[in-house]
C-alpha cells in the first residue's frame, strides 16, 4: 500500500498500517498543498482545529516540488504556536502529563525537510503505540493508493473525509462534552486521551 507523507496523521492513516503488507509512504510525487503532508487536525476547545506547517516555495519550479525536496519554511514561529496549541488543548486530557516530553522535542529543535519532520513523528507515534509496520519510502514515483485517495485528498474547513464505517467505536475525548465525538483526528488526540488503549481502538476500528 501505498500512502501520503502525513504531519501528525488522522487515526485513519494508522489504521491502514494495521494490514498484513509492506507500506511505503510516497515521496516522489509533486507536493499537494492544504492537504495531511503538511496539516493536522486536533480537538481544540473551540471544536476542530487545523495546524499547518508553512512551507518554503523559494525552491519550487513553475509551482511544483517533489514531496522528498519539500523545506520546512524558516521565517515563522511555527513550531512554538503549535505546541502551544496541542498543549492548549490536551492539557487537561489523561496521559498529556505523561507524554508531553516524548513530543515537546519535536517543536524545539529545527528541521528543514518536511518528509523527515513527518516521518519522525510519526515512528515517535509508533512507539508509543507499540506498532511495528514495515514502513519505507517509495524509491520511484507509484502514486497513493486509490482507495485512499477520498481518505487523504486536499482539507478543507471542515474535518477530513473519511470511511465512516472505520469508526464505529468512540472513546474518551477531553471537549466531547462541548461539541460531541469528533471522528479521525490527529493520532495525538488518540494517544493523549486513551494512553495504553489506544492500541485497542485502532484494531477495533480495522
Known amino acids: ?5 502525513a504531519y501528525l496523521p488522522p487515526i485513519s492513516w494508522f489504521v491502514s498500517l494495521l494490514r498484513d503488507e509492506p507500506i511505503f509512504i510516497e515521496q516522489y510525487e509533486n507536493y499537494h498543498k492544504q492537504t495531511i503532508r503538511n496539516r493536522c487536525t486536533i480537538d481544540s476547545p473551540n471544536g476542530p482545529l487545523h ?14 516540488c517533489l514531496m522528498k525536496d519539500v ?3 524558516p521565517h515563522t514561529d511555527w513550531q512554538r504556536q503549535h505546541w502551544y496549541a496541542i498543549e492548549t488543548s490536551y ?7 505523561y507524554l508531553q516530553d516524548d513530543f515537546r522535542p519535536f517543536y524545539e529543535r529545527p528541521c ?3 518528509i523527515d519532520f513527518n516521518e519522525a513523528l510519526t515512528q515517535k507515534c509508533l512507539e508509543l503505540l507499540d506498532l511495528h509496520p514495515t514502513l519505507a519510502r517509495t524509491k520511484q514515483y507509484q502514486g ?3 482507495e485512499q485517495f477520498t481518505r487523504f485528498a486536499p482539507a478543507t474547513s471542515s474535518l477530513p473525509t473519511l470511511n465512516s464505517s472505520l ?8 471537549f466531547s462534552h462541548k ?7 490527529s493520532i495525538i488526540d488518540l494517544i493523549f486521551n486513551m494512553g495504553n488503549e489506544a492500541p485497542l481502538i485502532l484494531t477495533t476500528t480495522n
Open 179 to 185: 461539541h460531541g465525538f469528533l471522528p479521525d483526528l
Open 144 to 146: 497513493v493508493s486509490a
Open 1 to 5: 500500500m501505498i500512502l501520503p507523507s
Open 167 to 174: 469508526f464505529t467505536l468512540n472513546y474518551y475525548q477531553v
Open 112 to 114: 528543514t525537510f518536511l
Open 91 to 97: 492539557y487537561n486530557s489523561p496521559f498529556f502529563e
Open 51 to 64: 495546524l499547518t506547517i508553512p512551507i518554503d516555495r523559494s525552491t519550487f519550479q513553475g509551482g511544483h
Open 71 to 73: 523545506r520546512i519554511s
